[in-house]
Structure formats: C-alpha cells, structure tokens
C-alpha cells in the first residue's frame, strides 16, 4: 500500500515520492514551510520534522544564563585560571623579590610527605 504524503494527505506513489524528516511528501509539495519554495534532498533543512529553505532555517537563540551558585563558582574557577590573572599578581609582586607559597592541601600534602620521608632515614 502506497502511503500518504505529509503535507496534502494524498496518495505518494513511487514516481513522485520523496522520503524525508520521518514522512513521505510529494515532489511538489516538499517545499518550504515560510516561502512555499520547492525544495529537493541537497537544499532542504529539517527543523521539528518540517521541511525549511536555507534562509527560512529557524536559528536557535540563547537565553540568558541566571547567575546560580554553580555558575558563580564557575565563572570565579575560570577568572582564577586565566593568564590576565596570573599576568596582575606577577606585576604586583615584582618589586617584592619573593612570594610567599600559600598553604594549598597539596603543599600540606607534600609537606606531611618530607616529613614522613625525614623520620624514616
């Protein structure tokens, strides 16, 4: 049994039938959702399962992005890790001739380490 074209609801027979986006269409009615354009397999773009011309393509726009806890602590982990960063405590601490290691867990880690390493020998 011959489906049935998407767009019209009439009979697809095998000469007029293109398979596209999950459905059958006719050759005339596969065509642009905006302009009625008749489109073919190479300049079709499928958007929620509907047939678009290039310039008919829905674009995608994206929203704002609230300012959550995860989001802040990203934003601040990425700031911390930039090179514009790094580059402002450099020039602050030029003239100081050293600075001064924090207490990071792996400084205290490696710390612990010698330690154990100093007991041993």
């Known amino acids: 049994m011959n489906p049935q074209c998407a767009r019209c609801g009439k009979i697809v027979y095998p000469t007029e039938k293109v398979s596209c986006l999950d459905k059958n269409w006719h050759k005339g009615c596969f065509h642009c959702e905006v302009c009625k354009?008749?489109?073919?397999?190479?300049?079709?773009k499928g958007y929620d399962k509907k047939p678009y011309c290039n310039a008919h393509y829905p674009k995608t726009s994206f929203t704002t992005v609230a300012d959550t806890p995860?989001?802040?602590?990203?934003?601040?982990?990425?700031?911390?890790?930039?090179?514009?960063?790094?580059?402002?405590?450099?020039?602050?601490?030029?003239?100081?001739?050293?600075?001064?290691?924090?207490?990071?867990?792996?400084?205290?880690r490696l710390r612990r380490t010698q330690e154990q390493i100093s007991i041993v020998c």
């Open 37 to 44: 354009m008749t489109l073919n397999m190479k300049n079709y």
């Open 70 to 108: 995860e989001n802040l602590r990203l934003r601040q982990q990425s700031e911390l890790q930039s090179q514009v960063k790094y580059k402002k405590d450099f020039e602050e601490s030029k003239g100081r001739g050293f600075s001064i290691v924090s207490d990071t867990p792996e400084m205290q």
